[in-house]
C-alpha cells in the first residue's frame, strides 16, 4: 500500500529500520519495488527536487502509487533534501506521501520556523515529514557541501528541533557523508544513543549509507535508526553496469534497449536486497 512515514514506522515498528532508496531513473523504480516484496520488508523510494522534474512529478507519482496500490508491502514516495518550500508544497499537492525539508545549512532558529511551516502544509494533508539537524557533509545530486561545514548534530538542538516542529523525522549527523564510496564512515554512537534517549518518538534516519560497513549498519539499525538512505552506491552501480552492457561485443543501433537496462536494474534489485537485509531485525 501506499503510506507515510508515519504510518510505515508504526507498522514496522520492532521489525527494523526501513530503507530508502534513491530513484535517479524511472526504470529503477519496479525492480527496487519487487526487492522489498520478495523480502516482504515497507521501502522508501526517494527522489531529489531534479529527478522529480526530470521524470516529472505526475508520471512519477501516478506511476509509484499504481505500483504500490497493488503491493504486498507498503511503499512510500519521499522528497529527499529540498530547501525550496514551494517546490515542497507543490509535490504534497501532487502526491508525494512524505517530503524532508532541508534547513540545515540556516541558523537552527530559522530551520526551525521553515520546518514547521512545511509541518503544518504537510500534515493537513496526511505527509510525512524529515527535517534535518547538523550537517551532513559530501556531495548529493551534484551539490557538495564543503568537508568542514559538516559537523555533528547537537542532542539539546535536536529535540528542540523536534517538540518545536513536531517533524516525523530526522537526519542526523553522527559520522557518515553523502557520497562516500571509496572509504567507510567511522560512526558516532555514543552520540546516536543520546539522540535515541532524548527523541523518544521523532524517527532517526541515518544519510549516506553508502559510506557505511554492513557491521555498522547492523549496530545502527539495533540502536534504533528508523529510516536509513542509499543513493550514490544505486547511482554509481547503474553506470557502471550501463557502460558494460552498451559497450559490450555484438551491441548495434538495432539491438533492444530494454536488453542492454535490464541488467543494470536487475543489479539495483540485488543492492535493494542486500541492504534491506542488514535494515531487518532478526
Ligand atoms: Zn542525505
Request: hydrophobic residues 40%.
Amino acid at each position: 500500500m501506499y503510506k507515510n512515514l508515519i504510518d510505515m514506522f508504526k507498522e514496522n515498528e520492532g521489525k527494523g529500520a526501513a530503507g530508502a532508496f534513491n530513484v535517479h531513473c524511472f526504470e529503477m523504480v519496479p525492480a527496487m519495488i519487487k526487492a522489498a516484496e520478495e523480502l516482504n520488508v515497507p521501502i522508501i523510494l526517494q527522489t531529489s527536487l531534479g529527478t522529480a522534474e526530470y521524470i516529472g512529478f505526475a508520471p512519477l507519482i501516478a506511476a509509484v502509487k499504481a505500483l504500490a496500490e497493488k503491493s504486498s508491502v507498503n511503499v512510500a514516495l519521499h522528497m529527499d533534501h529540498c530547501k525550496d518550500i514551494e517546490a515542497l508544497k507543490k509535490a504534497i499537492d501532487c502526491g508525494y506521501s512524505s517530503v524532508m525539508y532541508d534547513g540545515s545549512a540556516l541558523p537552527i532558529e530559522e530551520n526551525i520556523a521553515n520546518t514547521k511551516e512545511v509541518v503544518g502544509y504537510a500534515h493537513a494533508h496526511g505527509v510525512s515529514v524529515e527535517g534535518e539537524v547538523g550537517s551532513i557533509g559530501g556531495a548529493e545530486d551534484g551539490i557538495v557541501v564543503d568537508k568542514d561545514a559538516a559537523m555533528y548534530t547537537r542532542p539539546e538542538d535536536a529535540l528542540h528541533f523536534a517538540s518545536e516542529t513536531g517533524a516525523d523525522a530526522l537526519a542526523v549527523s553522527i559520522g557518515t557523508t553523502h557520497g562516500q564510496y571509496k572509504s567507510k564512515a567511522k560512526i558516532n554512537y555514543e552520540l546516536l544513543e543520546e539522540l535515541k534517549a532524548k527523541l523518544g518518538d521523532t524517527g532517526l534516519v541515518l544519510h549516506g549509507g553508502t559510506g557505511v560497513s554492513d557491521e555498522d549498519m547492523k549496530r545502527c539499525v539495533r540502536e534504533g535508526m528508523k529510516k536509513i538512505n542509499v543513493g550514490t552506491e544505486l547511482n554509481k552501480s547503474y553506470i557502471e553496469v550501463v557502460a558494460e552492457t552498451f559497450t559490450a561485443e555484438g551491441v548495434t543501433p538495432l539491438t533492444s534497449l530494454r536488453t542492454l537496462l535490464g541488467p543494470a536494474n536487475d543489479r539495483m534489485k540485488e543492492i535493494v536486497t542486500e541492504k534491506a537485509l542488514l535494515f531487518k531485525l532478526d
